[in-house]
């Protein structure tokens, strides 16, 4: 299974920080692993059905919503707090109870998605012009099979796949 690593070093002497590596993402594929409280098939038939939704839906919206993390994340930091939901067209006088029930909604959804080292992880949308730089170099250089596992290989021919134009 897919798992977003957070501010981890590794330990590797290349990888040197003055602020315990705060913000750094990466993702580590581990077969063995199930996100928690989760079981193999309900995990797996979540993460594909995201899937499937971005691969229909992206020549209309070209990022992926950061699905996948927010699947994890929902397991790892789930919200606390059941909160009433406010429908503003609805209701003709909004009072401040309601506003305050809208914003300590939005917070705690936002809470969720909070790394454990403070920051907000997301989709960078730059891999489409960083990835043939990174597979030409590795290639050239005879460490592609070394550094690229046959899991990331394959996630990014899906995500080529999935952000290529879209045919005439």
Known sequence: MWKLKIAEGGGSPWLRTVN???GRQFWE???TEVPLGST???IITEIDKARENFHNNRFHKKHSSDL???IQFSKENPSRVVLPQVKVKD???ITEDQVT???RRAISFHSTLQAHDGHWPGDYGGPMF???GLVITLSIVGALNAV???EHKHEMCRYIYNHQARPV
């Open 91 to 93: 209701t003709e006088d």
């Open 148 to 150: 690229l596992s046959k």
């Open 20 to 22: 315990g590596h705060v």
């Open 40 to 42: 193999d098939h309900e």
């Open 130 to 132: 960083l990835m043939p």
């Open 68 to 70: 996948l993390m927010r």
């Open 101 to 103: 029930a809208m914003l």
């Open 29 to 31: 594929f581990d077969p």
